[in-house]
């Protein structure tokens, strides 16, 4: 056989996804892994895509039909001639930005930003498909014996340990994250074994499940359409401002709560991708040397911190993931997405749905 099933996107517009049959992979090139994908996260991106918002356009440019799934993982198959830190066998995890490595961006250790580098499932066709091969350099072993399902958390999680990088130093103890989405929850898992000793998770009604899996946690929940989430931390540790605040959901409000939240000279870590442009009062942040700090993705020394974090906290993890599917579901975790009727969606190529 030389053919597998993929998802693609067939236009630039808002309609369906679709299962197709498309050739497999070549051997890979010298430095080149071949991996049998097992698991693809699906998130708001990816609705994004489905969509085609204007954000999303604007960023991305790829050439039709192409393949979504930028978190994905699995097995390695076939490894390239020059290839020598992964193996045959090896269960990985997948970086999708494929930075260009020359470009003075990269040359800083900045290869979230590099000015040349498409990523994987965006710009580029991506891990909704059976089999692909993948820039070793981009691939990191899973630790031994982590569930198969749960190697695509790895991408979400990267990004939450990289926003913590940008804004943490060993002053801070209290933290807010705004959004109980997948990236706030794992957010709160990275804060948590920081060490952080008061982590507050907000979300709205409509977030019940996710806020009672974030108390489930340890995190100290605030429905912010029920109490004022500044009553609420002060009843807590004593005043109405926290060290550092994590925008995890993406929207103007979500974006100016944070500023209200963070004290004066504290850190802002802006991760949720806004829908349109976002009205600051900027006189708030000069007068009080509040920070806003963009958090792009992550730089391949993250997934190094990340591979070592997600050992220990495997079992938090698996409490994430609430539906797993096989890709002729795709559209069905795209709609769950956009309903919020769920928290992680799986997608396992080779599972039959």
Partial sequence: MNKMMAVIKARPQKEPFELTSVPLPSNPL????????????ICGTDLSIYKWTENVAREYNPNFPFTPGHEFSGTIVKVGSSVEQLKVGDHVAVNPHM?????????EGNQNICRNRPILGCHANGGLVEYINVRAMNVFKLPHGFPSYLGSLAEPMSVAVHALEKVHSSENKTAVIIGAGTIGLL??????????SHIFVTGLS???????????MGAKVINIENENPQDAIFEVIGRKEVDVVFEAAGTNESINLSIELVKP?????????????????????LFSEKQLIGCRAYTLKTWDVTMDLI????????????????MNQINEAINLIAERKCLKVIIEPHLKG
Avoid at 265 to 285: Q, R
């Fill in 265 to 285: 000279t504290g850190k802002v870590a802006l991760i949720g991708i806004a829908a349109s442009t976002t009205p600051i009062d900027t006189t708030k942040l």
């Fill in 187 to 196: 957010q709160y898992l990275t804060c948590k074994a920081a060490g952080y």
């Fill in 311 to 326: 050992h220990t906290i495997s079992s938090d993890l698996e409490k994430l993931v609430t539906h797993r599917f096989g």
């Fill in 30 to 41: 010298e430095q080149e892994v071949t991996i049998k994908v097992e698991s693809v996260g």
């Fill in 99 to 107: 930075s260009c490595n020359s470009c003075d961006m990269c040359l």
């Fill in 206 to 216: 409509q977030d019940k499940e996710r806020l009672n899996l974030a108390r489930s």
